[in-house]
């Protein structure tokens, strides 16, 4: 734990949109998954459907004498996943009843519940970014020539789980919540309007753009799966580099730096 003075590390703004966007991901995640279940199936390209057999990812179901087998194929390779992926709770379904909302066959209202926190999403995006433009909190999010020399040293301090606790961030966590502000949530919302028919005929370019529907459908699904990663390193490094000073400093803003660190006088 950091021995050190206590600095106002996260403005309001930042708090606030922070945990806005965790419920959101929350239940876009489970939604998603459940939009997904209608057709468990994923393509490049512009041309997809029942005569077509380039699936990159798909998700189904073999009968296998008297039971069912889930079957998982991964760029033409087939795997068994039955009880996981393909076939669970005895039925056909891509994910499991766990991991989608609603937890059965509902699509209309998995839609819904996407859209509703979509949308939030990205009114609290243009929120944050505005209010991070004023008070100067974007500029702690761009990485420096400066953080770049000491991108070698701050890797090998991770690796040796020695982290740092200072006022401004490090070039790592830098780079992890730059890509995701300003590349995986733009990514996904440009990727969810293409998927619109409605969005489509207002910004036909967007097709051109991500290569069609199904493409960006792909795009879509592992930026998901990138941000899922991202939290899991996320919550890992909450946990290793001290899980109260971390959390406290999300919640009220202050955050306790090293004993002799640079910030120690601003008690």
């Given at each position: 734990?950091?021995?050190?003075?206590?600095?106002?590390?996260?403005?309001?703004?930042?708090?606030?949109?922070?945990?806005?966007?965790?419920?959101?991901?929350?239940f876009l995640l489970f939604s998603?998954?459940?939009?997904?279940?209608?057709?468990?199936?994923?393509?490049?390209?512009?041309?997809?459907?029942?005569?077509?057999?380039?699936?990159?990812?798909?998700?189904?179901?073999?009968?296998?004498?008297?039971?069912?087998?889930?079957?998982?194929?991964?760029?033409?390779?087939?795997?068994?996943?039955?009880?996981?992926?393909?076939?669970?709770?005895?039925?056909?379904?891509?994910?499991?009843?766990?991991?989608?909302?609603?937890?059965?066959?509902?699509?209309?209202?998995?839609?819904?519940?996407?859209?509703?926190?979509?949308?939030?999403?990205?009114?609290?995006?243009?929120?944050?970014?505005?209010?991070?433009?004023?008070?100067?909190?974007?500029?702690?999010?761009?990485?420096?020539?400066?953080?770049?020399?000491?991108?070698?040293?701050?890797?090998?301090?991770?690796?040796?789980?020695?982290?740092?606790?200072?006022?401004?961030?490090?070039?790592?966590?830098?780079?992890?919540?730059?890509?995701?502000?300003?590349?995986?949530?733009?990514?996904?919302?440009?990727?969810?309007?293409?998927?619109?028919?409605?969005?489509?005929?207002?910004?036909?370019?967007?097709?051109?753009?991500?290569?069609?529907?199904?493409?960006?459908?792909t795009i879509h699904f592992v930026?998901?799966?990138?941000?899922?990663?991202?939290?899991?390193?996320?919550?890992?490094?909450?946990?290793?580099?001290?899980?109260?000073?971390?959390?406290?400093?999300?919640?009220?803003?202050?955050?306790?730096?090293?004993?002799?660190?640079?910030?120690?006088?601003?008690?």
């Amino acid at each position: 734990m950091a021995k050190g003075a206590l600095i106002y590390r996260q403005k309001r703004a930042t708090r606030v949109t922070h945990w806005i966007w965790a419920i959101c991901l929350f239940f876009l995640l489970f939604s998603g998954l459940q939009i997904f279940n209608a057709y468990p199936s994923l393509h490049i390209g512009r041309e997809a459907g029942f005569d077509y057999d380039n699936a990159a990812l798909a998700l189904g179901g073999v009968q296998n004498g008297d039971a069912l087998q889930g079957v998982t194929r991964v760029l033409g390779h087939d795997f068994e996943t039955t009880g996981v992926l393909g076939v669970s709770g005895g039925e056909v379904r891509g994910f499991p009843a766990a991991l989608t909302m609603p937890s059965g066959q509902a699509l209309a209202t998995g839609r819904v519940i996407h859209f509703f926190f979509a949308w939030l999403l990205v009114g609290t995006l243009v929120v944050w970014l505005v209010a991070s433009i004023v008070n100067g909190h974007i500029r702690a999010l761009i990485p420096t020539l400066a953080d770049l020399r000491r991108l070698p040293g701050d890797v090998a301090d991770h690796v040796r789980l020695r982290f740092h606790h200072t006022r401004d961030y490090n070039v790592l966590q830098k780079f992890a919540y730059a890509g995701v502000l300003f590349v995986a949530l733009p990514l996904m919302i440009a990727t969810g309007l293409t998927m619109s028919p409605g969005f489509d005929a207002v910004a036909p370019w967007l097709l051109d753009l991500f290569g069609g529907r199904q493409t960006a459908r792909t795009i879509h699904f592992v930026t998901m799966l990138a941000l899922v990663g991202f939290f899991g390193v996320h919550m890992a490094m909450i946990l290793l580099a001290g899980p109260l000073n971390e959390v406290r400093s999300i919640v009220t803003g202050w955050y306790r730096t090293d004993a002799g660190g640079e910030d120690d006088h601003a008690a």
